[in-house]
């Protein structure tokens, strides 16, 4: 069935000399595995740019549910980005964000609010000019509204404690290793209140963000099954820092 859908890129593979396997989100089928032909070799350049960490599709597939791998007729580039593949900063962001979209969806079916989510949020990337050394971690917390553990907006002198198994701030230290301290679970209470409109607000050092992200990650380890490393987050670190 000849079907239009858009699509954001998560990850490709090669296949052949000529040819990859790409893993993109799409707006109609959710994640889907797709081969396309023609993308490597001479006069491929411009396909082969277009499937870029997050880039963002307008496809003709000829879809079938029952097959591990789709076709494509024909895609091309929906949203021309301005500075997310020429900003070292922006595109290290795009491959970590698609590096943890990658391994948390894996839906085979369509979720328009979390299409929509993520259609805005990679658009508000590329627009955003201050505060995209918080983009990551604001994206991560929203980003687990969708995915069924958004943490409990519960913090306060009686609740110092995040407890990372139960997504909750709690009184005292469980009996469990899996909690942040005082100081981390105060950064995370200032995180939730993350928006787009006071990203370059909120002030705190690059190695309290990076340990914040860390037990984030450590946060989608526990929720999300099979989630496992993020091979990015060493090239995230080295660009902040």
Do not use: C
């Not at 998560?10 to 790409?22: G, Q, R, Y």
């Not at 190695?207 to 526990?222: A, M, P, V």
């Amino acid at each position: 069935m000849l079907s239009k859908t858009k699509g954001i890129v998560l990850h490709h593979i090669k296949f052949s000399e000529s040819s990859v396997i790409a893993t993109i989100y799409t707006e109609a089928y959710g994640r889907r595995s797709f081969m396309i032909n023609r993308v490597r070799g001479r006069g491929t350049a411009e396909k082969a740019n277009i499937l870029q960490p997050l880039f963002i599709l307008d496809m003709d597939i000829y879809y079938q549910p029952n097959r591990d791998l789709q076709r494509v007729k024909e895609m091309k580039n929906l949203i021309a980005f301005n500075s997310i593949p020429y900003q070292v900063v922006k595109s290290t962001l795009a491959l970590f964000i698609a590096e943890v979209l990658y391994k948390s969806i894996r839906e085979e079916e369509s979720n328009k609010e979390l299409f929509e989510f993520l259609f805005h949020t990679i658009q508000l990337l590329d627009m955003t000019e201050s505060g995209t050394s918080n983009f990551h971690i604001m994206f991560l917390l929203q980003l687990t509204k969708y995915l069924g553990f958004y943490p409990e907006k519960s913090h306060s002198k009686g609740n110092p404690i995040f407890d990372l198994r139960n997504g909750t701030f709690i009184p005292a230290v469980p009996f469990h290793p899996d909690y942040m301290r005082p100081a981390m679970s105060n950064d995370l209470n200032n995180a939730l209140q993350l928006n787009s409109n006071n990203l370059n607000e909120w002030k705190i050092s690059s190695g309290k963000r990076y340990h914040l992200l860390e037990k984030i990650i450590e946060y989608y380890q526990i929720h999300v099954s099979g989630f496992g490393e993020v091979n990015s987050l060493q090239i995230l670190k080295e660009v902040f820092h």
